[in-house]
């Protein structure tokens, strides 16, 4: 079978770095040579033999055992994890064993081993849903299903359309180099800032600032990350704008590294008209959404700017207008809590332009649009653990 994963064929390319990491063909720069082979460049100019470029080095024996032995592990991981799976549903969800946290971190700990670590940080985020509801038997099945479902597609990347073999590469834990998404085509908008939201990983603070291009309406996703003491971007304000060059990931994944910045954030009230423009239905932003998890159906979060109010669902609060309603996740912090509170006095129970986080469990709010400013309640990272708040 010819192999027409793009993205692990670069990955197993590019075990000739020192990372190990997935890389892209082409030069330093990304792109095609510039001769022929001939001396005469594309342009038809002729360079001397002083000139041209070094011939290419012969493959590191090496550097290939050590690509193969990679994606040897990758795919032993991945079938170590499809048989736990399997023992999970044979056992039942009723095993008390999967109470116990260490049940699931040995799992992930193995899967870091094999280089998946993306699955391994899901693994964790598992184990935390375990009698976290009344209905965390349903929680937890749909997510084994998803495992199964990355496992499975991990192990058959080389058989899956470009695109989703992409983003099941990336998925599953292949890494890219941030050089080489940022030799790609930029994706140049201003940006809305219009949200973000701060979440712990294992032993590493990670945020997320969700971007709306303001001409395409295309969300995109930057990450920081802090271990112990360390900082989180503060760069990009809540609630500003930002012209800048946007590099996408792989696969048609929202995250994205950002480029070059032609100004400044700017923060007025032109910027807070365009948020409301950008505003829906609660029907259209489940639409919005559906689409988007049609598109890869492992996504856990996913933005949306909905026109809303705050109502109560029994117990729960969750954001509802004439077409339908979205549950509010309860993440059960004081941070949490403050938010709602937030929402409730900003909107005296009306009406208003919010950007929220969509998860499989309910939405959680990150921002207030406002006619004049945005008022940020997103997630906030422990400030004892990292040094920017």
Same mark, same amino acid.
């Given at each position: 079978?010819?192999?027409?994963?793009?993205?692990?064929?670069?990955?197993?390319?590019?075990?000739?770095?020192?990372?190990?990491?997935?890389?892209?063909?082409?030069?330093?720069?990304?792109?095609?040579?510039?001769?022929?082979?001939?001396?005469?460049?594309?342009?038809?100019?002729?360079?001397?033999?002083?000139?041209?470029?070094?011939?290419?080095?012969?493959?590191?024996?090496?550097?290939?055992?050590?690509?193969?032995?990679?994606?040897?592990?990758?795919?032993?991981?991945?079938?170590?994890?499809?048989?736990?799976?399997?023992?999970?549903?044979?056992?039942?969800?009723?095993?008390?064993?999967?109470?116990?946290?260490?049940?699931?971190?040995?799992?992930?700990?193995?899967?870091?081993?094999?280089?998946?670590?993306?699955?391994?940080?899901?693994?964790?985020?598992?184990?935390?849903?375990?009698?976290?509801?009344?209905?965390?038997?349903?929680?937890?099945?749909?997510?084994?299903?998803?495992?199964?479902?990355?496992?499975?597609?991990?192990?058959?990347?080389?058989?899956?359309?470009?695109?989703?073999?992409?983003?099941?590469?990336?998925?599953?834990?292949?890494?890219?180099?941030?050089?080489?998404?940022?030799?790609?085509?930029?994706?140049?908008?201003?940006?809305?800032?219009?949200?973000?939201?701060?979440?712990?990983? *294992? !032993?590493?603070? #990670?945020?997320? $600032?969700?971007?709306?291009?303001?001409?395409?309406?295309? +969300? &995109? @996703? =930057?990450? %920081?990350?802090?271990?112990?003491?360390?900082?989180?971007?503060?760069?990009?304000?809540?609630?500003?704008?930002?012209?800048?060059?946007?590099?996408?990931?792989?696969?048609?994944?929202?995250?994205?590294?950002?480029?070059?910045?032609?100004?400044?954030?700017?923060?007025?009230?032109?910027?807070?008209?365009?948020?409301?423009?950008?505003?829906?239905?609660?029907?259209?932003?489940?639409?919005?959404?559906?689409?988007?998890?049609?598109?890869?159906?492992?996504? *856990? !979060?996913?933005? #949306?700017?909905? $026109?809303?109010?705050?109502?109560?669902?029994?117990?729960? +609060? &969750? @954001? =509802?207008? %004439?077409?339908?309603?979205?549950?509010?996740?309860?993440?059960?912090?004081?941070?949490?809590?403050?938010?709602?509170?937030?929402?409730?006095?900003?909107?005296?129970?009306?009406?208003?332009?919010?950007?929220?986080?969509?998860?499989?469990?309910?939405?959680?709010?990150?921002?207030?649009?406002?006619?004049?400013?945005?008022?940020?309640?997103?997630?906030?990272?422990?400030?004892?653990?990292?040094?920017?708040?």
């Amino acid at each position: 079978m010819q192999r027409r994963g793009a993205a692990l064929s670069r990955a197993a390319a590019a075990a000739d770095n020192e990372a190990g990491e997935l890389s892209g063909g082409g030069n330093a720069t990304g792109k095609p040579d510039a001769t022929d082979g001939s001396g005469a460049t594309l342009d038809g100019a002729v360079i001397g033999d002083e000139q041209r470029a070094p011939p290419t080095p012969p493959p590191d024996p090496d550097r290939n055992t050590a690509r193969d032995d990679r994606v040897a592990r990758m795919h032993a991981g991945l079938a170590e994890l499809d048989r736990w799976l399997d023992d999970r549903i044979r056992t039942g969800l009723a095993d008390p064993s999967l109470a116990r946290y260490a049940t699931w971190d040995q799992l992930a700990a193995r899967l870091v081993d094999a280089q998946a670590g993306s699955l391994a940080n899901r693994v964790r985020r598992l184990a935390g849903l375990v009698g976290a509801s009344p209905d965390w038997h349903d929680d937890v099945l749909a997510e084994l299903g998803m495992l199964h479902l990355l496992a499975q597609a991990g192990r058959r990347i080389g058989a899956l359309p470009d695109s989703l073999a992409d983003a099941v590469a990336t998925t599953v834990g292949w890494q890219v180099r941030q050089a080489d998404v940022l030799a790609g085509v930029p994706d140049t908008d201003e940006w809305l800032i219009a949200g973000r939201s701060d979440v712990r990983e *294992d !032993r590493i603070e #990670v945020r997320r $600032h969700w971007l709306r291009g303001v001409n395409s309406g295309r +969300w &995109a @996703l =930057a990450l %920081s990350f802090a271990a112990y003491q360390q900082s989180l971007d503060t760069s990009l304000p809540v609630g500003s704008s930002l012209r800048a060059d946007l590099h996408r990931y792989p696969g048609p994944a929202l995250r994205a590294l950002v480029g070059t910045r032609y100004h400044d954030p700017v923060d007025h009230p032109s910027v807070a008209a365009q948020f409301a423009a950008s505003a829906c239905s609660i029907a259209d932003g489940c639409a919005e959404v559906g689409v988007m998890v049609a598109a890869e159906p492992w996504l *856990d !979060r996913v933005p #949306v700017t909905v $026109h809303a109010r705050l109502a109560r669902a029994g117990q729960a +609060w &969750a @954001l =509802a207008d %004439s077409t339908g309603s979205m549950p509010i996740l309860d993440l059960g912090t004081r941070a949490f809590d403050a938010g709602v509170a937030m929402l409730l006095a900003v909107s005296g129970g009306k009406p208003v332009d919010l950007t929220v986080e969509w998860t499989p469990h309910g939405v959680v709010p990150l921002s207030i649009h406002l006619p004049d400013r945005t008022v940020d309640i997103g997630p906030r990272a422990n400030t004892s653990f990292v040094s920017a708040a």
